[in-house]
């Protein structure tokens, strides 16, 4: 029985999506769970999974198309099957390519006649071609990669359209846009002098980086869009605490004694299991605002935010209360992964309730961040520093963090957030209970 | 440099081979007293005598079955077959016994014999004696197969399958004995197994050997008058088949043609073609061409003859096809 893949819905404002690459070609078989296209949404590039096992019979929209959510994208049928396109997909569906066989109809002339015809034949050929796929030989596609072209901007001489090396370098050529890569600054080396024997320049020591004009990626333009909607419309409020940091580096060093180097945990591993334990008792800072009722959520699921190329993401570990430290350290460290080389997957991305950001390993003292709408609250974490402390009127050293929660003043109040912080430090400096 | 023919060159390596060393000797139909069917062994009977130039009975199981013994017992056979075609006939004795007795007992025996045939079609005498089932020969591991396009390769190639200890197939073009080409002076040989390129250029690779590099070079002629180089890679030995100035030239030009005078279908060109896309595949910019055979029995009828042997006009078609 023939099915339906349609583009899915990943986030709460995912509208539509663009269909960056078919994985699985036409004719190929494809199981339930196996990646089937790649699709770029207003956050990352994912990966769409075939919800069926059997063989893709038709790519319905063509590499590079920005498609509705729940619009059909593939029919996946069993092998050998006699599809009913019309049936299945309804008129208003979007059609693929009939010509296809007609294409392979016509061609295949007597090799005396094979010259003369050619030419035309070949124009033909391409009006006809199948949207879905992209043609091109192995060696411009190597060469496309390479440069990195789409492509599908890229139109193809060759035969049935196909993108060869000559329409690669002609699409170079044209100046066609490309990611730019920085020009290399000539590097000046002065020679070693004491600093009272170096003259002072007169002129610029070599010349100025020239401007550059780079496009907004989506990922770029959503983080954007978001950004101005959550810090125009979410009423904010921060509250900063210092934690005590001694005995949670200490428990980490010891656990990691303990453990294998691919295995050992970070701070925030630790950090993120405190905040999902305090959240349990503040149910109204895991919630969200939806028109005039709040939706304090059941689950607690903390969003972590990962610097990857041209923004960021927020990774999810789910049910962070209900986790061990190690689990939650290698589900970050797997999916934090995943988002820095591209590949994330719906589910990574989807879901927070509540999020942390984390700038300790920049050596940063502290700083606060934006809400991740329609997150109430975001918790900023600075860097574990040794300070002087004063214990029993002794000025000592201590390892000292400071964490600054913002909060959505639509949904709670500033002393609910203080001691929401005040709960954190039970968690945070009596570190053991984070393994109760 | 001497401009000689193939059959001069053909017959020159085995002349200074039989001089140089008394192991050497020929046998096969009308070789002796008659001087060969295509006059390869002129006046070596009269040299040589009747001891080292053996006129046979028509047997090429006789033939082959006596070169392997004589071989095994330590002298250096060459065995000529009138054509390629009645090799079918000691076809149990070349794949069973020549090409696997040195395996099967363990290396204790080698098989130092030539076994010369006359391939390919082109002279009118019909289906069963023009084939050219050269890799039918090279399909099989144990057994050396050699076919030159150039009297300069004919010599080198044939004085170094005189010397090797292993069986090998001098597969000879029946049609390009009459070739002249420059042959160094003097003492000369030819590494077996290895491909060169005939011809330098820079749009496309042309893949051939024997008989079809004479009419890949005739293509490449006339492409060049239209701007078009096609390089021209020889291969010279089937097997082994050396694949290195092949993917060499091939990662230059990204397109290539196949030229074979054989059938398509599991021939020369598809195992060509299928190494080039298993070691450049990031290289091929278009499907490679095959030009071969058509797939039937050869005719006899002249005009049908021709019309199913490859042409000319079949490899520039081919060329621009891929460009």
Same mark, same amino acid.
């Given at each position: 029985?023939?099915?339906?893949?349609?583009?899915?819905?990943?986030?709460?404002?995912?509208?539509?999506?663009?269909?960056?690459?078919?994985?699985?070609?036409?004719?190929?078989?494809?199981?339930?769970?196996?990646?089937?296209?790649?699709?770029?949404?207003?956050?990352?590039?994912?990966?769409?999974?075939?919800?069926?096992?059997?063989?893709?019979?038709?790519?319905?929209?063509?590499?590079?198309?920005?498609?509705?959510?729940?619009?059909?994208?593939?029919?996946?049928?069993?092998?050998?099957?006699?599809?009913?396109?019309?049936?299945?997909?309804?008129?208003?569906?979007?059609?693929?390519?009939?010509?296809?066989?007609?294409?392979?109809?016509?061609?295949?002339?007597?090799?005396?006649?094979?010259?003369?015809?050619?030419?035309?034949?070949?124009?033909?050929?391409?009006?006809?071609?199948?949207?879905?796929?992209?043609?091109?030989?192995?060696?411009?596609?190597?060469?496309?990669?390479?440069?990195?072209?789409?492509?599908?901007?890229?139109?193809?001489?060759?035969?049935?359209?196909?993108?060869?090396?000559?329409?690669?370098?002609?699409?170079?050529?044209?100046?066609?846009?490309?990611?730019?890569?920085?020009?290399?600054?000539?590097?000046?080396?002065?020679?070693?002098?004491?600093?009272?024997?170096?003259?002072?320049?007169?002129?610029?020591?070599?010349?100025?980086?020239?401007?550059?004009?780079?496009?907004?990626?989506?990922?770029?333009?959503?983080?954007?869009?978001?950004?101005?909607?959550?810090?125009?419309?979410?009423?904010?409020?921060?509250?900063?605490?210092?934690?005590?940091?001694?005995?949670?580096?200490?428990?980490?060093?010891?656990?990691?004694?303990?453990?294998?180097?691919?295995?050992?945990?970070?701070?925030?591993?630790?950090?993120?299991?405190?905040?999902?334990?305090?959240?349990?008792?503040?149910?109204?800072?895991?919630?969200?605002?939806?028109?005039?009722?709040?939706?304090?959520?059941?689950?607690?699921?903390?969003?972590?935010?990962?610097?990857?190329?041209?923004?960021?993401?927020?990774?999810?570990?789910?049910?962070?209360?209900?986790?061990?430290?190690?689990?939650?350290?290698?589900?970050?460290?797997?999916?934090?992964?995943?988002?820095?080389?591209?590949?994330?997957?719906?589910?990574?991305?989807?879901?927070?309730?509540?999020?942390?950001?984390?700038?300790?390993?920049?050596?940063?003292?502290?700083?606060?961040?934006?809400?991740?709408?329609?997150?109430?609250?975001?918790?900023?974490?600075?860097?574990?520093?040794?300070?002087?402390?004063?214990?029993?009127?002794?000025?000592?050293?201590?390892?000292?963090?400071?964490?600054?929660?913002?909060?959505?003043?639509?949904?709670?109040?500033?002393?609910?957030?203080?001691?929401?912080?005040?709960?954190?430090?039970?968690?945070?400096?009596?570190?053991?209970?984070?393994?109760? | 440099?001497?401009?000689?023919?193939?059959?001069?060159?053909?017959?020159?390596?085995?002349?200074?081979?039989?001089?140089?060393?008394?192991?050497?000797?020929?046998?096969?139909?009308?070789?002796?007293?008659?001087?060969?069917?295509?006059?390869?062994?002129?006046?070596?009977?009269?040299?040589?005598?009747?001891?080292?130039?053996?006129?046979?009975?028509?047997?090429?199981?006789?033939?082959?079955?006596?070169?392997?013994?004589?071989?095994?017992?330590?002298?250096?056979?060459?065995?000529?077959?009138?054509?390629?075609?009645?090799?079918?006939?000691?076809?149990?004795?070349?794949?069973?016994?020549?090409?696997?007795?040195?395996?099967?007992?363990?290396?204790?025996?080698?098989?130092?014999?030539?076994?010369?045939?006359?391939?390919?079609?082109?002279?009118?005498?019909?289906?069963?004696?023009?084939?050219?089932?050269?890799?039918?020969?090279?399909?099989?591991?144990?057994?050396?197969?050699?076919?030159?396009?150039?009297?300069?390769?004919?010599?080198?190639?044939?004085?170094?399958?005189?010397?090797?200890?292993? *069986? #090998?197939?001098?597969?000879?073009?029946? $049609?390009?004995?009459? !070739?002249?080409? %420059?042959?160094?002076?003097?003492? /000369?040989? +030819?590494?077996?197994?290895?491909?060169?390129?005939?011809?330098?250029?820079?749009?496309?690779?042309?893949?051939?050997?024997?008989?079809?590099?004479?009419?890949?070079?005739?293509?490449?002629?006339?492409?060049?008058?239209?701007?078009?180089?096609?390089?021209?890679?020889?291969?010279?030995?089937?097997?082994?088949?050396?694949?290195? *100035? #092949?993917?060499?030239?091939?990662?230059? $030009?990204?397109?290539? !043609?196949?030229? %074979?005078?054989?059938?398509?279908? /599991?021939? +020369?060109?598809?195992?060509?073609?299928?190494?080039?896309?298993?070691?450049?595949?990031?290289?091929?910019?278009?499907?490679?061409?095959?030009?071969?055979?058509?797939?039937?029995?050869?005719?006899?009828?002249?005009?049908?003859?021709?019309?199913?042997?490859?042409?000319?006009?079949?490899?520039?078609?081919?060329?621009?096809?891929?460009?």
């Amino acid at each position: 029985m023939a099915e339906v893949v349609t583009m899915p819905k990943l986030g709460f404002d995912m509208a539509e999506g663009t269909l960056v690459r078919w994985v699985v070609q036409e004719g190929e078989n494809v199981a339930k769970g196996a990646v089937l296209a790649e699709i770029e949404t207003d956050k990352a590039t994912v990966e769409v999974e075939s919800t069926f096992d059997g063989v893709v019979t038709r790519h319905l929209v063509p590499e590079g198309e920005v498609v509705p959510v729940n619009s059909p994208i593939a029919v996946v049928a069993a092998p050998g099957e006699d599809v009913d396109y019309q049936a299945l997909l309804g008129e208003s569906a979007p059609t693929t390519a009939p010509a296809k066989t007609e294409a392979a109809e016509v061609k295949a002339p007597e090799p005396a006649e094979a010259a003369q015809t050619k030419a035309p034949q070949r124009e033909a050929e391409q009006e006809t071609q199948a949207p879905g796929i992209v043609k091109a030989s192995p060696l411009a596609r190597r060469l496309a990669q390479d440069a990195r072209v789409n492509l599908s901007a890229v139109k193809g001489s060759g035969p049935d359209g196909r993108i060869t090396k000559k329409d690669i370098e002609a699409y170079l050529k044209s100046g066609a846009p490309t990611p730019s890569a920085p020009a290399a600054a000539p590097v000046v080396s002065a020679p070693a002098a004491p600093v009272s024997e170096l003259p002072l320049p007169t002129a610029p020591v070599g010349p100025a980086r020239e401007s550059e004009t780079i496009p907004l990626n989506r990922l770029r333009a959503a983080i954007g869009r978001r950004m101005v909607e959550a810090k125009q419309q979410v009423p904010h409020f921060y509250l900063t605490h210092e934690y005590d940091m001694g005995r949670l580096l200490e428990l980490r060093q010891q656990v990691n004694a303990l453990l294998p180097e691919d295995q050992k945990t970070s701070v925030n591993d630790y950090i993120l299991k405190a905040t999902a334990l305090a959240l349990r008792e503040f149910p109204n800072l895991n919630a969200s605002l939806a028109g005039d009722q709040i939706i304090r959520h059941g689950q607690i699921n903390i969003g972590v935010a990962v610097a990857v190329e041209g923004g960021l993401l927020t990774v999810v570990c789910r049910d962070a209360d209900r986790k061990l430290v190690r689990q939650i350290s290698a589900e970050v460290k797997t999916m934090s992964g995943r988002a820095r080389e591209g590949k994330v997957r719906p589910d990574d991305i989807e879901g927070s309730t509540f999020s942390i950001s984390n700038l300790g390993m920049f050596d940063i003292e502290h700083f606060i961040a934006i809400i991740n709408p329609p997150e109430a609250a975001i918790l900023a974490l600075g860097s574990a520093r040794q300070v002087p402390v004063v214990k029993d009127g002794q000025v000592v050293p201590g390892w000292r963090m400071k964490a600054t929660l913002s909060v959505d003043h639509r949904v709670s109040d500033g002393a609910e957030g203080a001691r929401f912080l005040q709960a954190l430090a039970k968690y945070i400096e009596e570190p053991l209970r984070l393994m109760l | 440099m001497a401009r000689i023919t193939m059959r001069e060159a053909i017959s020159q390596a085995i002349w200074e081979e039989m001089e140089r060393d008394p192991n050497v000797f020929i046998l096969g139909e009308e070789v002796g007293v008659w001087g060969g069917t295509y006059a390869v062994t002129k006046g070596f009977y009269d040299h040589f005598g009747p001891e080292r130039v053996r006129d046979t009975p028509i047997s090429e199981a006789a033939i082959i079955g006596a070169a392997i013994g004589a071989a095994l017992s330590g002298l250096r056979p060459i065995a000529e077959l009138m054509t390629i075609n009645f090799a079918f006939s000691a076809m149990d004795h070349i794949v069973n016994e020549a090409a696997k007795l040195h395996y099967m007992f363990n290396g204790q025996f080698v098989i130092p014999m030539v076994i010369r045939v006359v391939s390919g079609g082109g002279r009118q005498l019909g289906a069963t004696h023009s084939q050219t089932p050269d890799a039918v020969f090279a399909h099989f591991p144990g057994l050396k197969v050699v076919a030159p396009g150039t009297p300069e390769d004919a010599k080198g190639l044939l004085k170094t399958a005189i010397r090797s200890n292993d *069986p #090998i197939m001098f597969i000879e073009h029946a $049609t390009l004995y009459q !070739v002249r080409g %420059e042959v160094p002076e003097g003492d /000369y040989t +030819v590494p077996i197994g290895v491909s060169k390129i005939q011809r330098p250029g820079r749009d496309v690779t042309i893949v051939t050997y024997s008989k079809m590099l004479e009419i890949s070079t005739k293509a490449a002629d006339q492409l060049s008058q239209e701007g078009i180089e096609a390089e021209i890679v020889d291969l010279r030995s089937l097997r082994p088949l050396d694949m290195g *100035p #092949i993917l060499e030239s091939f990662k230059k $030009t990204n397109r290539a !043609v196949i030229v %074979e005078e054989g059938w398509r279908s /599991y021939g +020369v060109g598809s195992e060509v073609a299928a190494r080039v896309y298993e070691e450049a595949f990031d290289y091929v910019d278009a499907p490679i061409q095959r030009v071969a055979q058509k797939e039937v029995p050869l005719p006899y009828n002249r005009t049908l003859e021709q019309m199913a042997l490859p042409q000319v006009d079949d490899v520039i078609r081919a060329v621009k096809e891929v460009l």
